[in-house]
């Protein structure tokens, strides 16, 4: 405890760490805030249907990415996915198009570009998502639906006010990323989860206790040491390292020897992040979107399947999206070419093999060995949702064993972690932890 008191006074004593924080913790504040402002014209007690319908399914993980102010009716309803959807199109589109892969390729210049087109693409979905939330609220509403003005016009200005919430909280995030700690983007979806929890906690307990059979304390505490494996699984996933060895040749650079040393080139077991996840997520709310404003009971058997998130059809899916996902990702932000060409460049070999075709071939195959178990084992824990509700755990609880929350939680808090850790060591002071050094999901430590 003495430790951790002498930590926080130390990332208070710098002055930059201690303004990136307070800055993240004011753009957080601003984001909850706007979760809870509804838009014009809607009052807090018309919002008992959407809430109900936000309650299970499909739509309460997307309520949940939200922090909730999908259910509330809010101006930031729409939430960051537009913006992950965009992206998702983007890397795609930066493999499948020449023109894409071109500008992928021209550096800083090319990467502001493609951003440029995301927000693009990001307006355009959120012009389409906008006017489609607005009818499903209406629907939700009915009667008590007034808004004082023509519906048509109505739906024109709240889809602009929708739209433009969205494009804040991306605003928000990016700049969390320039002047706050951690990531940006990451961290508003990470606070729209963790918001969900305090309620989801008070809710299991509540119905555990007042189960009539008893045992309600006996199942709760299995339940607890069940969700604290799951997070230590997740963390040793998050953290997992291969490393391989490189030696780099004696060389001589004007009149001072240099090289000859062995360093390790650090390849995640979870290399991708949580973006399989995330995009698996995404195209798995598509059927939700297709069948969103009609009668649930004219939907075909595979239509409902995938909209309940706990139907063996859904997981199945959801699964072999995330190790498709995994492979995907991974290949298009590792380059085995690139490495070998890099380390050859600084006379540095792997040693037992050639430099060049041999050594990019040496890691590709490495790096497939590693995907496949880490792919595998996220897949595993992104359904542990599933297997919860087996154990009558409430939905939303069940939501925190694992899926994208889970991991989210773990990856954002691990790399805010390291930020913080950096600062700390960079100006002389102990790390957050005795080992003095926390691994982030990039794969390097902080020392």
Known sequence: MKKFIDTLKNIWKIEDLRQRILITVLFVAIYRFGSKVLLPGISYSQLDDLRKQTASGLMSLLDMFSGGAFSNASIFALGIMPYISASIVMQLLAVAVPYFQKMQREGESGRKKISMYTRYLTVGILLFQAPSYLVNLQNQIGPAFDPGVSTGMYLILASVILAAGSMFILWL????????????????????????????????????????TGGGLVMFLIEIIILYAVVCAAIVLVQGVRKIPVQYAKRVVGNKQVGGARQYIPLKLFAANVMPIIFAQALMFIPLALVRYTNPN??????????????WLYNVIFALLIIAFTYFYTAITLNPTQMAEDMKRNNGFIPGVKPGKDTAEYIDT??????????????????????????????????????????????????????????????????????GRVRGRGGMTAY
Not at 175 to 199: C, F, W, Y
Not at 298 to 311: I, L, P
């Open 298 to 311: 004219d939907a075909s058997w595979f239509m409902r399947s995938m909209m309940d998130h706990h139907s």
């Open 173 to 212: 995030g990016e700049r969390i990323t320039d002047k706050g700690i951690g990531n940006g983007v990451s961290l508003i979806i990470m606070i729209g989860i963790i918001a969900r929890l305090p309620e989801a906690f008070a809710q299991e307990v509540g119905s555990r206790f007042a189960a009539a």
């Open 366 to 435: 490495i790096m497939s060995r590693i995907t496949l178990p880490g792919s595998l084992f996220i897949a595993f824990i992104a359904i542990m949702p599933a297997f919860a509700s087996l154990l009558d755990v409430q939905d939303e609880f069940s939501q925190f064993f694992g899926g994208t929350s889970l991991l989210i939680l773990v990856g954002v808090v691990l790399d805010t972690l390291q930020q913080i850790e950096s600062h700390l060591l960079m100006r002389h002071y102990d790390g957050l932890l005795n080992s």
